[in-house]
Each structure stands twice: as C-alpha cells, then as structure tokens.
C-alpha cells in the first residue's frame, strides 16, 4: 500500500526554523519526485517545492526560495524540507505529494501542476506566529 506521512510541524516564532519529513513507505522514492504543497487558511493550494530523486532536480517557489531546501534520505525512504527564517506567511498545513514525473526543473511559477502527484499525505500543520 503506497502511503506518505508528514511529521515535524508545529508553532514557531517569525525567524525561526522547522524540519518537516515526508516518509514513504509501500514504494521506493528512486523513481519518484516527491513535491510539497501547502494549503493556508482561506487560500487555495500553493505547490511549495519538488525534489527528484532520480536526476536530483529540484524547484523551490519564489515564496520560499532561499529559505526552504528539500533532501532525501534513501535510507530512510523519506524527503526533507528544511524551512528556515519562517514568516508568518509560511502558516499553512503542508502536505507531500508523489508523482511519477521525476524531473522537477519542468516546473516553475506558472507551471506546478497538482495533477502531476499521484499520492498525498495526510498533512501537517506549521504555525508562524509570536
């Protein structure tokens, strides 16, 4: 059974950092890119950043470039994201997604399609506030 499950959300004051992970498990991650979207109050779903784990492509949005990096550890079946200098912007569940697209420097600000992943997790709540 193909399952992802996010963890390492929580509260964190403007400036600060989170790790969040998105491990898979009923699959390998080899053949996949993994994507992470995130969806705040009232808004609709923004895709946040793609990691390939095939070629090592990566996309990050202009919202978080800088800030976010993704990674993968093999070993453990599970993608990263590490967020740094959070904003209060930043609050929203943030989901990970898989897709069978497995390079990432396809997309870009106008091009990010949710249709492109297959399998979600359940989700993850950051919350950016002092």
């Known amino acids: 059974q193909v399952q992802l499950v996010e963890s390492g959300g929580g509260l964190v004051q403007p400036g600060g950092s989170l790790r969040l992970s998105c491990a898979a498990s009923?699959?390998?991650?080899?053949?996949?890119?993994i994507g992470w979207f995130r969806q705040a109050p009232g808004k609709g779903r923004e895709g946040v950043s793609c990691i390939s784990n095939h070629d090592g492509s990566t996309y990050y949005a202009d919202s978080v470039k800088g800030r976010f990096t993704s990674s993968t550890d093999n070993a453990k079946n599970t993608v990263s994201l590490q967020m740094n200098s959070l904003k209060p912007d930043d609050t929203a569940v943030y989901h990970c997604a898989a897709s069978i697209f497995m390079d990432c420097a396809r997309y870009s600000g106008r091009y990010f399609p949710e249709a492109d992943f297959g399998s979600w997790g359940q989700g993850t709540q950051v919350t950016v506030s002092s």
């Open positions: 009923g699959f390998t991650l080899d053949y996949y890119a």
